[in-house]
């Protein structure tokens, strides 16, 4: 079965300074991974997909198979940073895209 | 472009009740997809619908069921209500296999 682990309950940082939130996973397929974020009062929305190699707001996420991992990074962190940012690694079986979510990491960025 | 809603924002609802949490796609999407996110956790796939039919399923018991309408609407129906079904119920729908969901606002639920 699939699990996504992200350690980091919280995250504090201070403005300009980098960020990476952590996120293993474990899965027996070839995984297909993303990064939702909720903003305080706004719903959960999709960040970014590995499979894009997009950088959405500054961050990028790199999958690496080896160590079965998926790090959130930006080098220069905002205030605006600050939310709820939850791992997900989706499983695809036909038109079914199910996903299994971290418990999610909290990062505070302190001006 | 309307994005998902679902009502009600809030339920309080008494062990071994029934409830019924009501979800209306974003337009333009056939596919429905409901979690549940406990306090402190992330959430967690309960079963999605494309084009009104089940279209897989996570680890609930079967008291949890569900239904989506010729408009793509739909509902999640929990019977016999337990204390640990309080959680927040979360609404994603999808075009087809599309991968980005969009979700709504949520419904929380409290069983007491």
């Known amino acids: 079965a699939q699990r996504v682990t992200q350690p980091e309950k919280l995250l504090s940082v201070f403005k300009g300074a980098p960020v990476e939130l952590k996120c293993n996973y474990s899965y027996s397929g070839s995984p297909e991974l993303f990064w939702y974020v909720q903003y305080s009062r706004q719903r959960l929305q999709l960040l970014l997909r590995h499979i894009s190699r997009e950088s959405i707001k500054g961050f990028t996420a790199d999958l690496n198979k080896g160590e079965t991992s998926f790090h959130l990074k930006k080098p220069f962190a905002q205030e605006e940073d600050s939310a709820m940012y939850y791992c997900?690694?989706?499983?695809?079986?036909?038109?079914?895209?199910?996903?299994?979510f971290g418990k999610g990491t909290l990062l505070t960025v302190n001006p | 472009e309307t994005g998902v809603t679902q009502s009600p924002t809030h339920l309080i609802k008494t062990r071994g009740q029934q409830v019924t949490l009501r979800c209306s796609s974003q337009s333009g999407h056939n596919t429905v997809s409901w979690y549940q996110q406990a306090l402190g956790q992330g959430p967690q796939f309960i079963f999605q619908?494309?084009?009104?039919?089940?279209?897989g399923r996570g680890n609930f018991p079967p008291r949890f069921s569900g239904l989506q309408f010729p408009n793509y609407s739909s509902e999640l129906n929990v019977n016999a209500l337990e204390l640990d079904d309080s959680a927040l119920y979360l609404c994603?729908?999808?075009?087809?296999?599309?991968?980005?969901?969009?979700f709504g606002p949520g419904t929380r639920l409290t069983v007491t």
């Open positions: 619908y494309y084009r009104e039919e089940e279209n």
């Open positions: 994603a729908s999808t075009q087809g296999s599309a991968y980005e969901q969009y």
């Open positions: 997900a690694l989706s499983e695809v079986r036909g038109s079914n895209y199910k996903l299994t």
